[in-house]
Antibody
């Protein structure tokens, strides 16, 4: 059974760096073809893809946010970490991590999401 | 970057009716790398289909995807009460970035 869970601060101040951790079980990120992605959703708005890391440590980023994002994995701990620098109130929303279908950049298992508010 | 538009924005239907949701891409989606998700309030999205026509594991056969190139459709043959939700399309043929559409809300 595949599960994912996001953790991190619920409130960050403008200009601070956000660090979110995705802890997962039921699969190994050393398995060929697999990846874990991050997707966010402002309240009442659409989904926005942020980043994706693959089993071979290949990384992909949103073009508009690339300069602010970093994604890493710890295979032994079954964790993926996303950092986003220079947070702004427009970055507030729910942040999801998700497991990708093997060899496809679509997401079949999702965490419950974590709500992040950016406010002073 | 491939931009996805979805229509209509809201679809008002009744249980038992057929729902047809459209997703149009600003340029051709290679290899029909187009997926559909369902999201209910307060929940994470649920993958319905990918590869334009391939149903995800455990998804009822009343959900079907079709299309190619720039025009894709999700059809729900007979709406069940639990199908009232927001539906998003996502392309993954041209990455980065992966892009999502703005969503179609199916309500009663």
């Amino acid at each position: 059974q595949i599960t994912l869970k996001e953790s991190g601060p619920t409130l960050v101040k403008p200009t601070q760096t956000l660090t979110l951790t995705c802890t997962f079980s039921g699969f190994s990120l050393s398995t060929s073809g697999l990846g874990v992605g991050w997707i966010r959703q402002p309240p009442g708005k659409a989904l926005e893809w942020l980043a994706l890391i693959y089993w071979n440590d290949d990384k992909r980023y949103s073009l508009s946010l690339k300069s602010r994002l970093s994604i890493t994995k710890d295979t032994s701990e079954n964790q993926v970490v996303l950092t986003m620098t220079n947070m702004d109130p427009v970055d507030s929303g729910t942040y999801f991590c998700a497991h990708s279908v093997k060899w496809n950049d679509v997401f079949d298992y999702w965490g419950q999401g974590t709500l992040v508010t950016v406010s002073s | 970057e491939i931009v996805l538009t979805q229509s209509p924005g809201t679809l008002s239907l009744s249980p038992g009716e057929r729902a047809t949701l459209s997703c149009r891409a600003s340029q051709s989606v290679s290899s029909s790398y187009l997926a559909w998700y369902q999201q209910k309030p307060g929940q994470a999205p649920r993958l319905l289909s990918y590869g334009a026509t391939r149903r995800a594991t455990g998804i009822p056969d009343r959900f079907s995807g079709s299309g190619s190139g720039t025009d894709f459709t999700l059809t729900i043959s007979r709406l069940e009460p639990e199908d009232f939700a927001v539906y998003y399309c996502q392309q993954y043929g041209s990455s980065p970035p992966l892009t999502f559409g703005p969503g179609t809300k199916v309500d009663i």
